[in-house]
């Protein structure tokens, strides 16, 4: 079993930057990719990046658009999303995930809100 719990999310002004942290336990071994995912009411989920257990980022939505940037650090046990230049349009409940063993691990999501 892995737990995920998100932290770092609040309410910022259009322009500004925010760090989303991902903190892992439970077996942390056994964990291979990580990412973020967000989800706003009525729309799907979309994956927002994705990294490999080794630490190397693999995957971004086009909205992105080069303003986010993934890190892991296993010796933690934590994933951090840093997102500079936010706008209104990434305001979502974002969620870590963690792949282990063939199982699919969600966090409970943290709530960003952008205003204008």
């Known amino acids: 079993q892995v737990q995920l719990a998100e932290s770092g999310g609040g309410l910022v002004q259009a322009g500004e930057s925010l760090k989303l942290s991902c903190l892992a336990s439970?077996?942390?071994?056994?964990?291979?990719?990580m990412a973020w995912y967000r989800q706003t009411p009525g729309k799907e989920r979309e994956l927002v990046a994705r990294i490999t257990r080794g630490g190397v980022p693999r995957a971004f939505g086009d909205f992105v658009k080069g303003r986010f940037t993934i890190r892991r650090d296993n010796t933690k046990n934590t994933v951090d999303l840093q997102m500079n230049n936010l706008t209104p349009e990434d305001t979502a409940v974002y969620s870590c995930?963690?792949?282990?063993?063939?199982?699919?691990?969600w966090g409970q999501g943290t709530q960003v809100t952008v205003s204008t």
């Open positions: 439970g077996k942390t071994w056994t964990i291979g990719g």
């Open positions: 995930y963690a792949e282990a063993q063939g199982v699919d691990y």
